[in-house]
């Protein structure tokens, strides 16, 4: 029973996962401007990462492999927000030059 729970709540998570990568993909895609297609695209996918490591940790076989997607995850959300804050800056420089 447990172990069905367990990956019941996996698969739930992986798919909330799959859904808010789409959804970033479809902001990326259908937004106007260059900072609310990068705002949309970082927000979505890190969360989306983010459930989808939850998934996979409930399906982990040791502490090991959690610890380190979890580090993964954490270095992802430090280098998406800062690579999202430059090219933003650079897109509002260059859109003002004009």
Same mark, same amino acid.
């Given at each position: 029973? %447990?172990?069905?729970? *367990?990956?019941? #709540?996996?698969? @739930?998570?992986?798919? $909330?996962?799959? /859904?808010?990568? =789409?959804?970033? !993909? ?7 401007? %260059?900072?609310?297609? *990068?705002?949309? #695209?970082?927000? @979505?996918?890190?969360? $989306?990462?983010? /459930?989808?490591? =939850?998934?996979? !940790? ?11 997607? *979890? ?28």
């Amino acid at each position: 029973m %447990t172990e069905t729970l *367990l990956e019941l #709540l996996s698969w @739930a998570l992986l798919v $909330g996962g799959l /859904l808010f990568f =789409a959804a970033g !993909s479809v902001g990326l895609l259908r937004f106007p401007d %260059t900072v609310s297609r *990068l705002h949309a #695209l970082t927000k @979505a996918d890190t969360l $989306g990462l983010g /459930l989808v490591i =939850a998934g996979l !940790s409930l399906r982990a076989e040791g502490l090991l492999e959690v610890i380190q997607m *979890l580090l993964i995850w954490l270095l992802l959300l430090a280098s998406s927000a800062t690579a999202c804050q430059l090219l933003a800056r650079q897109a509002e420089e260059e859109s003002s030059d004009d």
